[in-house]
């Protein structure tokens, strides 16, 4: 009986390394998939180290030409900064291109499913998604918004392990080489910064602008809404005492700035709403509610609304929300939903 094939996004880092290591030893046949950022060009050190480490496990790698998918992700990053947005990459990424266009592509070759270094739990078998078993590793938030109909072909065999013990198991089949490789960047498909994109677009920063406040006094001007995120202070005109982004306006090229105090937030919609577990329209949800990956998350109610929308009503005031940033909802180490913030309501 031949082994169940399953396609292994492969980096060339330790995470992706190990886990195909793994699922080698769970019986599984792999065939590795490392996706290019950009069509054609001389060969990557991530694609040298992707061939090294195929070679180091015994399977085929297939490249794959993801640049087109990836196109679309730096021209929604672009269109969100430009329209006072504080999009999450890999959050996008996460599901239009590794359980997207890869998995497609995978499922088309014959495998089973797709298989990755996340740091998550997945089961499969109810499509319920949860945290990494060693929290400071947890990658929950970044796969949340991954629709609850492809986890059953997700595969995330380091969910159970710390970054430590990876690493050790790494140091054990003799990968020392492997281990001197830098961790991957969150924006790993471009060189620079967020707002380097926008300049290589030729967008520039947006049209530079006033800078008022709350009462719409004017306190100076600045050279683009594209520089700014709520709950900034850096780039800010002096003042008595500490200004926040509290709000950005890219249509009248306004950056809207006030007291910390005015950052607090008691409601919030969501839109593109992802649910792991079935609420009819008008159903809600409570558990806690993480704005940030790093954020312990705050006790919150979610109401499901119409056109995959969904309203946040948080228990404590949660801080600087920023549009365009994924919002996800936990009940204890489970996620239950997931969605884009869209705007502050109170």
């Given amino acids: 009986m ?20 793994l699922l080698l030893r769970r019986g599984f046949a792999l065939e590795g998939h490392h996706f290019l950022f950009q069509p054609g060009g001389e060969e990557s050190p991530a694609l040298t180290s992707a061939k090294e480490v195929a070679r180091a496990l015994g399977i085929p790698l297939v490249v794959q030409d993801l640049s087109g998918a990836f196109s679309k992700i730096r021209a929604s990053l672009v269109s969100s900064y430009l329209h006072g947005r504080t999009p999450n990459p890999c959050v996008l990424c996460n599901r239009l291109v590794k359980t997207g266009v890869l998995l497609e592509r995978a499922l088309a070759r014959g495998a089973r499913g797709l298989a990755t270094g996340h740091y998550v739990r997945v089961n499969r078998e109810e499509g319920r998604l949860f945290k990494g078993a060693f929290l400071p590793r947890d990658q929950s938030y970044f796969l949340s918004w991954v629709p609850r109909e492809r986890l059953r072909f997700l595969y995330c065999p380091l969910g159970e392990f710390s970054k430590e013990e990876v690493r050790e198991m790494a140091r054990r089949e003799g990968w020392s080489w492997l281990l001197k490789r830098k961790e991957s960047r969150e924006l790993c498909f471009v060189s620079g910064t967020y707002r380097d994109i926008l300049v290589s677009a030729g967008k520039g920063m947006g049209k530079p602008g006033e800078v008022i406040d709350l009462q719409g006094r004017v306190l100076g001007r600045h050279e683009g809404v594209g ?8 780039g800010l005109p002096p003042g008595d005492k500490p200004r926040y982004v509290i709000s950005l306006d890219p249509g009248q090229a306004r950056v809207v700035v006030g007291d910390k105090e005015d950052l607090a937030c008691r409601e919030a919609l969501l839109a593109g709403l992802n649910l792991f577990r079935d609420v009819p329209e008008g159903g809600r949800l409570q558990g806690r509610v993480k704005v940030r990956s790093t954020s312990p998350g705050v006790p919150a109610t979610l109401e499901r609304l119409p056109s995959g929308r969904a309203l946040v009503r948080f228990h404590e005031p949660e801080w600087a929300l920023a549009p365009g940033q994924a919002a996800v909802l936990y009940e204890g180490e489970e996620v239950l939903a997931s969605g884009i913030l869209r705007k502050r309501l109170a």
């Fill in 227 to 234: 520089r700014f995120t709520v709950g900034q202070r850096k």
């Fill in 2 to 21: 031949s082994k169940p094939l399953l396609a292994l996004a492969l980096s060339g880092g330790v995470d992706s390394a190990v886990a195909g290591l």
